[in-house]
């Protein structure tokens, strides 16, 4: 099958041309299946928002190709625009929602702003609506705040708004770049559950892009970590979570509950070392006490 | 791309010209740009040109960089060079076809515009490549103090002043966050006529007249936070103040004064 995604030897530089010149990232090689979600961490300044600014073409890779469905999408200035979409099939390919997405929103109405990318899209006015509905739908905008303006509300609605727009083009792989940034608990767990509740209904590809090691375990099935742009470790949540002290020496973290269970571990007790959520942990120690008692 | 643009370009360093007192830089450069429209002949041009060399060599910026403030300008000196060689007449006539003519005084004052026009563009460069935009809007404030008797509240434009400069790189990012952001729900942005183009523009507009107002009123409350008040009372941690090196330089372009008036007064008049 081919990927959705496929950087290869991706290199971007900053400053090119002068002294100050540094590789933003460097020869990544990277596939993203259909229909998985990948996770990618990494410190601040590691690459992260360069690498999927290259996905839909914001961005020109120095060196190396950028395949989407197959297709390098710098051949022609045609295959950079059906990247960002297609007219044909009406089916947008990689839908970017950056970090901090509230600051996108301009339109009078919640919903003028949802349906601002179907419309540039050019699709008619029944497919617009039903894609404004369901995207809505999909990111929790509740429906009497369509017809409000986008500054009347909070700053978890604006948030989901402005996903909302990107959804409502209903993207064949949707990136997302920090989307739990600057909410508090609450509204992280919702935007959590959004996206799985996204994937399950959809089936589409989901990047997301976070240096919460939490926010990631929960929804990817796989994980890249970025360190000093090059891609440090590729494999799913249990492979890299399990290398705790190389992630800590790239000034990452574990999940803190992961870290509970590689310490009770180190002192002798028949734990496992790849637990990344609450859940998960009472599960084992549930079972550790259950086989205590037999 | 937007981020090119450079404003307030200030080159780091330690010269003569970087230490000396940013008030004193200010009138001088003032002085010196006045001069240049003195000169009359060009041995008096001449004398301001290996000056403003002698300053660049003294402010140790590379000639690189001083090239590169030029560049901008190279359209316009040559535009009014064309200008002058067939709009001033005089003097043997070189050339001739229909009503152009090609005379002496035509080349001579081209020339000499030239010259002065990157003259110009050189000295006021070197101002803003040894001085840092704070220390620039500091010695504006305090050279137009005198303008608060009118009630005219100096220290309040400065602000204004340095707090826009500061603000220019923040914007200049933003609009490409924000550009970006547009792009990706798939505005378009390049192409089309200028109605199209004018009304792609309002997704972009919109976003950042918000967040500036945001940031204005962030910074406010920031620097309200802060105790600030305006300027009644304020003190300053870097106090200015003149010192010998200054004095020199004043003597220095004193002179250079002289010497364009006696070169003036000695040589031929080309404009």
């Known amino acids: 099958m081919t990927p959705a995604v496929e950087v290869r030897n991706l290199t971007h530089y900053y400053l090119k041309g002068t002294e100050n010149q540094v590789a933003a990232i460097n020869n990544i090689n990277l596939s993203v299946e259909k229909g998985e979600t990948l996770g990618i961490i990494g410190h601040t300044g590691s690459g992260k928002s360069t690498l999927i600014a290259h996905f839909n073409g914001l961005l020109k890779p120095d060196e190396g190709e950028v395949l989407v469905d197959g297709k390098n999408i710098f051949e022609s200035k045609e ?97 997302l770049d920090e989307p739990a940034a600057g909410l508090d608990p609450a509204g992280r767990r919702e935007l959590i559950n959004m996206i799985k509740n996204y994937r399950r209904a959809t089936g589409c590809t989901v990047i997301i892009v976070s240096h919460s090691m939490e926010d990631i375990a929960s929804v990817a099935d796989r994980v890249c970590v970025l360190n000093k742009a090059e891609i440090a470790m590729l494999g799913t949540p249990k492979e890299v979570y399990t290398r705790d002290e190389e992630l800590r020496s790239m000034g990452l973290n574990v999940p803190e509950i992961t870290r509970i269970f590689i310490m009770l571990k180190k002192r002798g007790l028949d734990v496992p070392a790849d637990v990344f959520t609450v859940d998960d942990a009472v599960a084992s120690i549930r079972k550790l006490s259950e086989r205590g008692k037999a | 791309m937007i981020s090119d643009i450079s404003i307030g370009q200030y080159f780091t360093g330690n010269s003569f010209l970087h230490k000396m007192d940013a008030r004193m830089k200010f009138i001088l450069v003032f002085a010196l740009l006045v001069f240049v429209f003195l000169c009359k002949s060009f041995f008096s041009l001449a004398l301001m040109v290996v000056f403003t060399v002698f300053a660049v060599i003294l402010s140790k910026v590379p000639f690189k960089m001083v090239l590169k403030s030029i560049k901008p300008l190279v359209i316009i000196i040559l535009f009014t060079a064309l200008l002058n060689i067939f709009y001033t007449t005089g003097g043997t006539t070189y050339f001739e076809w229909h009503s152009l003519k090609l005379t002496e005084k035509g080349i001579n004052t081209a020339i000499f515009m030239a010259v002065r026009i990157l003259v110009l563009v050189v000295i006021s460069s070197l101002l803003t490549y040894t001085t840092t935009p704070t220390m620039l809007t500091d010695a ?102 003149l010192k010998p090196r200054d004095f020199i330089a004043a003597v220095f372009v004193a002179a250079l004064l002289a010497g364009v008036l006696v070169l003036n007064h000695f040589f031929e008049a080309v404009i």
């Open chain 1, 79 to 175: 295959t950079l625009r059906q990247s960002r979409f297609t007219l044909r099939q009406s089916r947008f390919k990689v839908g970017l929602c950056f970090q901090y997405p509230e600051y996108q929103l301009f339109e009078e109405t919640v919903y003028k702003d949802i349906a601002f990318g179907p419309k540039n899209m050019k699709l008619p006015q029944e497919e617009i609506d039903r894609r404004v509905l369901t995207a809505a739908g999909m990111a929790g905008v509740r429906k009497e705040n369509l017809e409000k303006s986008p500054f009347d509300l909070s700053g978890g609605e604006k948030r989901r708004a402005a996903i909302a727009g990107v959804m409502s083009m209903e993207p064949q792989v949707l990136v």
């Open chain 2, 140 to 241: 504006i404030e305090r050279l137009l103090s005198p303008l608060s008797v009118f009630h005219i509240k100096v220290h309040t434009l400065a602000m204004m002043m340095t707090l826009a400069l500061r603000f220019i790189p923040t914007l200049v990012e933003e609009i490409e966050r924000i550009m970006n952001a547009q792009k990706a729900r798939g505005a378009e942005l390049e192409t089309g006529g200028l109605i199209a183009r004018s009304k792609a523009l309002v997704p972009i507009f919109v976003p950042l007249m918000v967040s500036s107002f945001r940031r204005a009123y962030e910074l406010a409350f920031a620097m309200t936070c802060r105790c600030y008040t305006g300027g009644e009372g304020r003190t300053r941690m870097k106090q200015m103040k």
